[in-house]
């Protein structure tokens, strides 16, 4: 596999790469969407896990075993709540994309899996945060030029808006 940037459509949960990251929310301890998904693929483990790490602040991340997940790891981030674009929304999803990147060079995860992190019930704008994902993730990979990052778009809209921002950032297709 080319490493770089790659666009699918499907389900984080059964994806067979080193790590997934969850959209969490700042318990920890689970929640509706990916999250909810994640944590009923990955069995009661995972929860246990959660429970010792303390919560997670927004725009931070924190990483677990992927116990029956396909995944060696879970990487949990905490995006921001769209308000109204003025309360530091981007900043904090970039810083999203970014600790849990640094997690991924930490533990030198070559292959990283992403879901839309706020895209869901966080309703931050599809477009908006795309660009901020991919941005993120062009920077990281200019060092890190081993490293695999996967965009798992849940929706057939996700994954035209992820497509069509990959050409624009990138100049090309996935
Ligand atoms: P948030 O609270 O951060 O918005 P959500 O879980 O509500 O998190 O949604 C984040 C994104 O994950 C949305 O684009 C949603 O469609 C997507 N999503 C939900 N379930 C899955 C799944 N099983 N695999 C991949 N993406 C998913």
Redesign the pocket.
């Known amino acids: 596999m080319i490493p770089g940037i790659e666009v699918i459509e499907?389900?984080?949960?059964q994806q067979s790469v080193e790590a997934i990251v969850n959209?969490?929310?700042t318990s920890l301890l689970g929640?509706?969407?990916?999250?909810?998904?994640?944590h009923r693929a990955a069995g009661s483990g995972l929860l246990d896990e959660c429970r010792r790490l303390n919560g997670c602040k927004t725009g931070e991340a924190k990483i677990t075993k992927g116990y029956n997940l396909p995944a060696k790891w879970v990487i949990h981030t905490?995006?921001p709540?769209w308000q109204d674009g003025n309360q530091g929304e981007d900043d904090l999803l970039a810083s999203c994309y970014r600790r849990c990147l640094e997690l991924a060079e930490q533990y030198e995860i070559r292959t990283i899996a992403f879901?839309?992190?706020?895209?869901?019930?966080?309703?931050?704008p599809?477009q908006r945060a795309t660009k901020i994902a991919v941005t993120e993730a062009k920077t990281f990979l200019e060092r890190h030029p081993l490293v695999q990052v996967i965009f798992?778009?849940?929706?057939r809209q996700?994954y035209d808006c992820y497509l069509a921002v990959v050409k624009e950032i990138l100049g090309e297709e996935g």
């Open positions: 499907g389900d984080i949960t959209a969490a929310n929640g509706g969407g990916v999250d909810g998904a994640i905490v995006g709540v879901p839309g992190i706020s895209t869901g019930i966080y309703r931050f599809l798992v778009c849940f929706s996700s």
